[in-house]
């Protein structure tokens, strides 16, 4: 039972041009959502996150949406660029009161081209 | 600060054997928890321990289990290796409010 879906494995975006990643979640529970980044032989890297009580949350050229009716969630990066090519990962929490447990979406392969 | 580390990064192993991998948090982080990465599956959640306590544990048998140390740091152990348990182990830390977790470099498990 996938609680956390990205639909999209793959997504090629020139540079410079706006990347749009998108997330569906199926579990009303959640109340934390996160992005992170992840390069070939290295961990993931935490993006960027936005709380349930927020429908918005910026941080340089990354922002990311959140439609709680909806239960999607969607990262923005403008101006795309070269370096941001990697997986992006969804995450959410919330079910488990303070522990820790992340529920992952399977991932999207960004590729920025020149 | 130094960030998280994991030992050893790659491990090859037979079916049938035990392995333990090791993680060490980020300084001052009570929290680690594990998790699991194979091809399409994304990371499925292991299990996260907090003062030395497995406060919450995801859906896998019984052959994976952890442990932490009064220090936090961390082991994870699976018994009796199975092919399908190749993947990828990260290990994640943060400083016991759940929210953001910063990961280590994982270790690549091969099994044969």
């Known amino acids: 039972d996938q609680q956390v879906k990205q639909n999209s494995p793959s997504l090629s975006v020139q540079e410079g041009r706006i990347s749009i990643l998108n997330c569906d979640y199926t579990n009303s529970m959640f109340d934390y959502f996160l992005w992170y980044k992840k390069y070939p032989a290295e961990g993931p890297t935490f993006l960027i996150s936005i709380s349930s009580i927020k429908d918005k949350n910026e941080d340089g050229r990354f922002t990311v949406f959140l439609n709680k009716s909806a239960k999607h969630l969607s990262l923005h990066i403008v101006p795309s660029q070269p370096g941001d090519s990697a997986v992006y990962f969804c995450a959410a929490k919330g079910d488990t009161g303070t522990a820790s447990k992340l529920t992952f979406g399977t991932g999207t392969r960004l590729q920025v081209t020149l | 600060k130094a960030g998280v580390t994991q030992t050893p990064r790659y491990l090859i192993k037979t079916r049938g054997q035990q392995v333990t991998l090791s993680c060490s948090p980020i300084s001052g982080h009570r929290s680690v928890s594990w998790y699991q990465q194979t091809p399409g599956q994304g990371l499925q959640f292991l299990f996260e321990?907090?003062?030395?306590?497995?406060?919450n544990k995801g859906n896998f048998p019984g052959r994976f289990s952890g442990r932490q140390f009064s220090n936090s740091r961390s082991e994870m152990n699976v018994s009796t290796l199975e092919l399908g348990d190749s993947a990828l182990y990260l290990c994640a830390s943060d400083p016991g409010q759940g929210n953001e977790q910063f990961f280590g470099p994982g270790t690549r498990l091969t099994v044969l």
């Open positions: 321990y907090f003062s030395e306590t497995q406060r």
